[in-house]
């Protein structure tokens, strides 16, 4: 059973940065693609960004360009920077981990990041 800690949010200004961040446990297999999704206030969940590896990644289309997805295996680790924010940045981030051999996803409980003045 994998275990996904957030942590890093909080509020921020318009046009401000935040980096937040996820440590994976309790698994000693590292393929696992990590990913951040989102979820606003009465609306669904949505993709953020993707890593597989280092060289992999995929962005939802309204954080292209601002935000950038990274992670350190040694550290069970992904981290997500998020620049230029915008209030409708505002929502609660996800962590999720998706086994590549077994196909079984995992979510963390969630961290709240607000962007407004």
């Known amino acids: 059973q994998v275990q996904l800690v957030e942590s890093g949010g909080g509020l921020v200004q318009p046009g401000g940065s935040l980096s937040v961040s996820c440590v994976a446990s309790?698994?000693?297999?590292?393929?696992?693609?990590m990913g951040w999704y989102r979820q606003a206030p009465g609306k669904q969940r949505e993709l953020v960004a993707l890593?597989?590896?280092?060289?992999?990644?995929n962005y939802g289309d309204s954080v292209k360009g601002r935000f950038t997805i990274s992670r350190d295996n040694a550290k069970n680790t992904v981290y997500l920077q998020m620049n230029s924010l915008k209030s409708e940045d505002t929502a609660v981030y996800y962590c999720?981990?998706?086994?590549?051999?077994?196909?079984?996803?995992?979510w963390g409980q969630g961290t709240q990041v607000t962007v407004s003045s």
């Open positions: 309790g698994s000693s297999d590292s393929n696992y693609a």
């Open positions: 890593i597989a590896d280092a060289h992999r990644t």
């Open positions: 999720h981990a998706l086994n590549l051999r077994s196909l079984v996803a995992y």
